[in-house]
């Protein structure tokens, strides 16, 4: 009887179809491997071409900032002194009282409200002050 043969065809075809199993993990896993590192390099040359456009923008702005800064500081100046007025100079070799003060600020920043609103400095002269005004209900011996 052919039982023993059967067995050993069986063993055969159970080798085989493990050694055809094998090779097809093997030739998959290399798929896999190529792949994942076609992956892996696309990923690493968009990162670089990224880092590479945010130092170049960087670099663009940071010219920039230079000039910004400058400007900043001008500005920060130019409010400080309209908040503070100009500083006093002092004349070197003289005493402290001999101080020459520039103008005040005060005054042109009443010159620029005049000029905005179109007044002259009679029309100005003219105008009541607080006391004027408040006083103008009162009767004449009142005030006096």
């Known amino acids: 009887?052919?039982?023993?043969?059967?067995?050993e065809n069986a063993e055969?075809?159970?080798?085989r179809k493990e050694q055809a199993f094998l090779e097809w993990k093997a030739a998959r896993r290399e798929e896999l491997s190529a792949y994942?590192?076609?992956?892996?390099?696309?990923?690493?040359?968009n990162a670089e071409k990224d880092?590479?456009?945010?130092?170049s923008a960087r670099k663009a702005r940071k010219g920039n900032d230079d000039a910004n800064l400058q400007e900043t500081m001008d500005k920060e100046l130019e409010t400080?002194?309209?908040?503070?007025?100009?500083?006093?100079r002092k004349i070197p070799r003289a005493n402290n009282e001999d101080e020459e003060e520039v103008?005040?600020?005060?005054?042109?920043e009443d010159d620029i409200m005049d000029d905005v609103l179109g007044l002259d400095e009679n029309?100005?002269?003219d105008e009541p002050t607080k006391s004027d005004v408040?006083?103008?209900?009162?009767?004449q011996n009142a005030t006096e």
């Open 1 to 7: 009887m052919p039982v023993k043969p059967l067995e």
């Open 12 to 15: 055969l075809m159970e080798q």
């Open 36 to 45: 994942q590192k076609q992956i892996h390099d696309e990923f690493v040359a």
């Open 51 to 55: 880092l590479e456009r945010r130092l």
């Open 80 to 88: 400080h002194q309209l908040e503070h007025g100009p500083k006093a």
């Open 103 to 108: 103008e005040d600020i005060n005054v042109g």
């Open 123 to 125: 029309e100005r002269a």
């Open 134 to 139: 408040g006083n103008e209900n009162l009767p």
